[in-house]
Every structure is written in structure tokens, then in C-alpha cells.
């Protein structure tokens, strides 16, 4: 990464299946972006419990899943909220980062989630998958097809990261230049703010 500004990375939030996985390279692969990311000194942020391709240190977790021990006793420190929207807005506040592994519907909507709000400038942190196996080579594809259609600008596409090896798609996060759209950059999320400026509806969202 010799000429490149490195962002500095100390935290990096992870979604992943609360299932396995039917191919065993998956469950190899979260072993090996931990090790990754202990080697890198980067904290490991995820959502709780011990089931699947969770893991360890931080876990966020709504206060619903520890009812019956339902997924498990959390790796490391545990942080209980009430809702999963609650969840995901803190793992984007304390994360420096995010990396969304094999996984279900949950995985996705929080990996699209943490997308949307790049795209809408509530944050600009970068946001990669880790394509074990071509596991998310369909959904690359997808996306690909949503820009040919004008669904997804060129600009909003690059959000999304991706690669083969954890060293790799970390590298590629730590080189990430967030480019915000210039209309949509206009909006103003914090909580001082009485009012949101208005959007130019003509903007492909």
C-alpha cells in the first residue's frame, strides 16, 4: 500500500451467519479475519451470542435473544440493547469500520443497512464483503446490474468493497476515500439539527 493514505481502523464491526454455513471454508475464513485482526491490533465488534460464524471481544445484542440462552453466551464483553434498529446504530457508532461475512437475511440487512446510510451521509466509514467461495458473487452481480439500470449510481456503487482474503478486503478498507454525493451530503443528521434540508427528488436513491 506503498503511496497510499491509510485510514487508521482501530475498530471493525462484523455480520455473519448465525448459521455455519454448509461449505467449512466459511467457518476457516472467520477464524482467519480474527487472527487478522488481532495481528493488526483491530478490536472485533459483532452481535453477540455464540452461535454460527459469530465471534469474540464486543457483542451487541438484543435483550429478546438472551431470553432461554437463545443464542448463546457472549464472547468477550456483551452490551444488551432492546432493539435490533438500537444494535445496528451502535455498532455503526463504535465501529471504525465493517466487514459482513457469509450469511442470511440478518447479514444482509445490515450489511445494506450500513450502505444506505453511507449513501445518505450518515456516516463514511467503509463497508467491504468478504467473497469467500464467490459466496457473494451473485450479489456483486446484482448490484453491478442495479447501476446498468440506473438504480444505483456509479458514485453510490464503490460504497461496497470487496475481496477474496481478509488481509486484502482490510487493506482495501483501510485505503477506502469516501466520495458523498453532492446533493445528498447536503442533509444534516445530527440531533441539533431542527430540520433536514431538502432533497433534490430527481436524485436515483
Same mark, same amino acid.
Given at each position: ?7 487508521? $481502523? ?12 454448509? &461449505? ?18 483491530? &478490536? ?15 457483542? $451487541? ?70 467473497? $469467500? ?10 448490484? &453491478?446490474?442495479?447501476? #446498468? ?48 434540508? #431538502?432533497? &433534490? ?5
Amino acid at each position: 500500500m506503498e503511496g497510499v493514505l491509510v485510514r487508521k $481502523i482501530k475498530k471493525i464491526c462484523v455480520f455473519c451467519g448465525a448459521n455455519s454455513g454448509k &461449505d467449512v471454508a466459511f467457518v476457516n475464513a472467520a477464524f482467519n479475519l480474527g487472527k487478522v485482526l488481532g495481528k493488526r491490533k483491530i &478490536d472485533l465488534v459483532y452481535g453477540g451470542g455464540k452461535l454460527g460464524l459469530m465471534g469474540q471481544v464486543l457483542g $451487541i445484542i438484543p435483550s429478546a435473544f438472551t431470553i432461554n440462552n437463545l443464542v448463546g453466551e457472549t464472547c468477550g464483553k456483551e452490551i444488551k440493547v432492546a432493539t435490533m434498529q438500537e444494535r445496528l446504530v451502535m455498532m455503526m457508532e463504535l465501529s471504525d469500520a465493517f466487514i459482513a461475512l457469509p450469511g442470511g437475511f440478518g447479514t444482509l440487512e445490515e450489511l445494506f443497512q450500513m450502505i444506505s446510510w453511507a449513501q445518505l451521509n450518515i456516516h463514511n466509514k467503509p463497508i467491504g464483503v468478504l467473497n $469467500i467461495n464467490g459466496f457473494f458473487n451473485g450479489l456483486l452481480s446484482f448490484v &453491478d446490474h442495479a447501476v #446498468k439500470q440506473e438504480f444505483i449510481t456509479p458514485r453510490a456503487r464503490k460504497i461496497l468493497i470487496s475481496a477474496t482474503t481478509a488481509d486484502e478486503l482490510v487493506d482495501k478498507l483501510q485505503a477506502f476515500r469516501f466520495e458523498p454525493d453532492p446533493a445528498l451530503s447536503k442533509l444534516k443528521w445530527s440531533p441539533s439539527s431542527s430540520q433536514k434540508e #431538502k432533497l &433534490d427528488l430527481t436524485l436515483r436513491l
